[in-house]
């Protein structure tokens, strides 16, 4: 079976990827630099999976390294590229950290994918590039806004390299994935998210002040423009997102693709509000959460979600998990983690 590179393999949404690629039968190797993720990851998978798969701790701006890599692994079909940093308020403090950590890195590994024979390429986007869309759902033909953050900006940048550089390299196919919100963990609770310090998303939040980590959510405004007044968003369960970089892949390397360089919008196709979110999660754990309402948060958009008719009928990938069952996997895994 074709052998895969998973940078960012030991993170969030690259490990939950990892677990679906190896029950697909892929042959995985990971790159991590460890510097939000653990090691320990690679118990989890392959506690699900039964199968340990190769990990190589790399610093992906490390060019020499990536390049030596390469050549170890030239026998390498595709590579799903999580790899980045991904903090917004960060990313404003530090734009440069931000710049070298997610462009000089999709750089080096996509100098590398030119010297192959083929290969494919999945890229972590966000729904981000959209801004606040003037039209609900989001297409994937909506029109890409100014970034409103470093973060975010390397996204934008991210894909106009891959798109640039597929236009030049008749090896190389590509699909950009762009995420609406990952939530949950994986129904084995042997993964899940771990956010260093104080979580910045909303269901991290959610749980660590159900289990006494938090006092209480402060939930960013009340006075949008939405039936309950608070934001909404398309929390999409990891493990969908994870089966989706699948199909993706298989796509690509089946040759199955309409052009070169595609994007797909990743996302359930149903917003929720941020109150729906907190109704779901007690009514799946039974407990009442604290919150109060605040005032609204810095560049929050008002409401994303997905349109998923290409996703859907292009990609033959849809949602299979409710938000009801992401939120119950994401409490189950801050039990284990904290309990
Ligand atoms: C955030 C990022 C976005 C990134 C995405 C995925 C910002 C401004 N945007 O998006 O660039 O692509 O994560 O990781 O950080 N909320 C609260 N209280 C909290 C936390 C969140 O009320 O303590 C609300 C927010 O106002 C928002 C919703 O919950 O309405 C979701 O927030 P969050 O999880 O941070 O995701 P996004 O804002 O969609």
Known sequence: MDKVLVTGGLGFIGSHTVVELQN??????????LSNSSAEVLE??????????????????????????????????????????KAVG???????????????????????????????????????????????????????????SPYGNTKQIGEEIIKDTCKIAPNLKAIALRYFNPIGAHKSVKIGELPIGVPQNLVPFITQTA?????????????????????????????????????????LLQGKNKSNYETF??????????????????????????????GRREGDIISAYADTNKANDDLGWKTELSLDEAMRSAWEWEQKVRG
């Open 24 to 33: 697909e039968g892929y042959e995985v190797v990971i790159i991590d630099d």
């Open 211 to 251: 289990i006494g980590l938090r006092d209480e959510l402060s939930i960013f405004g009340d006075d949008y423009p939405t039936p309950d007044g608070t934001c909404i968003r398309d929390y999409i369960h990891v493990v969908d997102l994870a089966k989706a970089h699948v199909i993706a892949l298989g796509r």
């Open 90 to 148: 960060e990313s404003v403090k530090e734009p440069l950290l931000y710049y070298e950590n997610n462009i000089s890195t999709l750089v080096y590994v996509l100098k590398e994918l030119k010297k192959l024979p083929s290969a494919a390429f999945i890229f972590s986007s966000s729904c981000t590039v959209y801004g606040q869309a003037d039209e609900l759902p989001i297409t994937e033909n909506a029109p890409v806004k100014a970034a409103e």
């Open 44 to 85: 989890g998978i392959e506690a699900i999976t039964g199968i340990r798969p190769l990990f190589e701790q790399i610093d992906l701006k490390e060019k020499l390294d990536v390049e030596n890599f390469f050549v170890r692994h030239s026998d390498i079909k595709g590579v799903i590229h999580f790899a980045a940093s």
């Open 265 to 294: 919008n990743l996302g359930t196709g149903k917003g929720s509000s941020v109150l729906e979110v907190v109704k779901s999660f007690e009514k799946v754990s039974g407990k009442k959460l604290n919150y109060k309402i605040v």
